[in-house]
């Protein structure tokens, strides 16, 4: 897989029926340690961060890399959907090359059951999916977390293989932006 760089970025700020993905900027910055300091959100994630470590340790412009989106609802940041590469030495590789990316996103609470997750998530693929053509992106979550693997579901992705990790069940994902030929 190419790098994600290789695609122009940033990318202009995509734009869905009520949301704007688009770069990070330093305005941000409050949202980024609430989402990492929130225990609601960090339920499946293995726990939330100390608030006052993240306050010393995010960074003035936090998120700033290629694939990573600010999802923004009427100017305010509620969350962040990043689609990255995978690297080969991570486990649970759909390919052994580790030629593929994965989908990550974290929501505030509050913006939780409006289907700002689902709408932000299939922009940000279909970006990917036009930028890196045939190249498969990966979703893991644990089994328990319900919503999580509903919008899973909803977004295309199907089973590659559950597995046992955090002592916990994890469950692993693929979506593909083109149907192989039969």
Same mark, same amino acid.
């Given at each position: 897989m190419t =790098?994600?760089?290789?695609?122009?970025?940033?990318?202009?700020?995509?734009r869905t029926e009520r949301l704007v993905l688009r770069e990070s900027e330093a305005r941000d910055r409050a949202a980024f340690i609430e989402l990492f300091a929130s225990s609601d959100v960090h339920t499946y994630l293995g726990g939330p961060q100390p608030r006052?470590? &993240?306050?010393?340790?995010?960074?003035?412009?936090?998120?700033?890399?290629?694939?990573?989106?600010?999802?923004?609802?009427?100017?305010?940041?509620?969350?962040?959907?990043?689609?990255? #590469?995978?690297?080969? =030495?991570?486990?649970?590789?759909? #390919?052994?090359?580790?030629?593929?990316?994965?989908?990550?996103? &974290?929501?505030?609470?509050?913006?939780?059951?409006?289907?700002?997750?689902?709408?932000?998530?299939?922009?940000? &693929?279909?970006w990917f999916g036009d930028a890196h053509p045939r190249v498969p992106v990966v979703v893991y979550t644990q089994t328990a977390n319900a919503r999580s693997m509903r919008?899973?579901?909803? &977004?295309?992705?199907?089973?590659?293989? #559950?597995? =046992?990790?955090?002592?916990a069940e994890q469950w692993m994902g693929e979506w593909s932006p083109v149907t192989p030929p039969a």
């Open positions: =790098e994600l760089a290789v695609a122009a970025w940033p990318v202009a700020p995509i006052d470590e &993240l306050e010393h340790s995010v960074p003035e412009t936090p998120g700033r890399r290629p694939g990573l989106f600010v999802i923004e609802l009427d100017g305010a940041m509620i969350g962040i959907v990043e689609v990255s #590469r995978r690297e080969a =030495e991570r486990r649970g590789n759909v #390919r052994p090359d580790a030629g593929e990316a994965e989908l990550s996103y &974290l929501f505030l609470p509050e913006a939780w059951g409006r289907g700002y997750a689902a709408e932000a998530c299939a922009a940000a &693929l279909d919008l899973a579901a909803k &977004l295309g992705f199907t089973e590659v293989q #559950r597995f =046992e990790k955090w002592d």
